[in-house]
C-alpha cells in the first residue's frame, strides 16, 4: 500500500501536467487567431483605402486620357482630310496635264500629216490636168493614160485613207473660209454669190482646210438704166 500512493500521486500530477500543456497550447493557439484575424482586418482595411484611392483617382485620369485621345482624333482627321484634298488636286492636275498632252500630241501630228498632204496636192493637180487634157489616139497612147491614172486613183484612195476630202463647191454659196473667188461674172443665170466653176480643186482634212477653193463666183448682171445712163455723154 505504502508502495502504489507515490505511483498515484505521480500519475496525478502528469496528468495535471498534460492539461496545463494544452490549455496552454489552446491559449496559443487564440491568441495567433487572434492575431491573425487582426492582421487580415488591417489588410482590408489598407487595400479598401487603396482602392478608394485608385476609385477617386480614376475619373478624373480617365477624363485627361479621353481628352488627350479626343485631341490626337481630331489632329488625325485634319491631316487625313488635308491628304486628301492634296490627292484629289494632284489627280486634277495629272488629268490636265494628261489631257492637255494628248491634245498637244494630235495637234503635231495633224500638222505632220497637213504639211505632207499639203506637198503631194500639187502632183494630183498635174494628174487632173493630164486627164482632162490629154486625148490618146492610139493604143500606145491609151496604155500610157490608163498607167499614169492607175498611179493618180492609188494617191487619190490614200488621201481619203487618211481622212482627206475634196471640195465641190460647184452651185453652192461662196465662203470666205473654204473658198477664194479668183474670178467673177455677171450672170442672171446663177443667184449673186454663187459658185460657177471650181478652177483649182480644194481639200479639207476633217475641220482643217488644206487648200482653199479657187472658183468663178456669180454677180448680178448690170440693169439697163445703168447701160444707158454709161451710155449718156457727159458733155452733152
Not at 491568441?31 to 480614376?58: C, Y
Not at 488627350?68 to 492636275?93: C, H, I, M, V, W
Not at 479668183?182 to 487648200?211: Q, S, W
Amino acid at each position: 500500500m505504502v508502495g502504489e500512493n507515490p505511483s498515484a500521486e505521480t500519475k496525478n500530477q502528469e496528468g495535471n501536467e498534460n492539461i496545463q500543456e494544452v490549455q496552454t497550447i489552446e491559449l496559443n493557439t487564440e491568441l495567433e487567431s487572434s492575431q491573425k484575424v487582426e492582421s487580415n482586418t488591417e489588410l482590408s482595411e489598407d487595400n479598401a483605402s487603396v482602392k478608394r484611392d485608385i476609385q477617386d483617382a480614376e475619373p478624373s485620369s480617365q477624363k485627361g486620357t479621353y481628352e488627350l485621345l479626343q485631341t490626337q482624333l481630331e489632329s488625325t482627321e485634319f491631316q487625313l482630310q488635308e491628304k486628301e484634298s492634296q490627292y484629289k488636286r494632284l489627280g486634277a492636275d495629272f488629268e490636265n496635264f494628261r489631257k492637255r498632252t494628248q491634245k498637244e500630241k494630235e495637234d503635231l501630228n495633224t500638222q505632220v500629216k497637213c504639211s505632207t498632204i499639203i506637198e503631194l496636192l500639187p502632183v494630183i493637180d498635174n494628174f487632173e490636168r493630164a486627164r482632162s487634157q490629154i486625148k490618146p489616139v492610139n493604143d500606145g497612147e491609151m496604155a500610157i493614160h490608163k498607167s499614169y491614172q492607175t498611179v493618180y486613183k492609188q494617191m487619190v484612195e490614200s488621201l481619203k485613207r487618211l481622212g482627206v476630202s475634196a471640195m465641190r463647191p460647184e452651185g453652192q454659196e461662196f465662203d470666205p473660209n473654204l473658198h477664194e473667188a479668183v474670178m467673177r461674172e455677171a450672170t442672171a443665170k446663177h443667184p449673186e454669190g454663187t459658185i460657177i466653176e471650181e478652177l483649182v480643186r480644194g481639200y479639207i482634212l476633217g475641220d482643217r482646210v488644206l487648200r482653199h477653193a479657187m472658183v468663178k463666183v456669180a454677180t448680178a448682171p448690170e440693169s439697163t438704166d445703168t447701160k444707158a445712163e454709161n451710155q449718156i455723154d457727159p458733155e452733152t
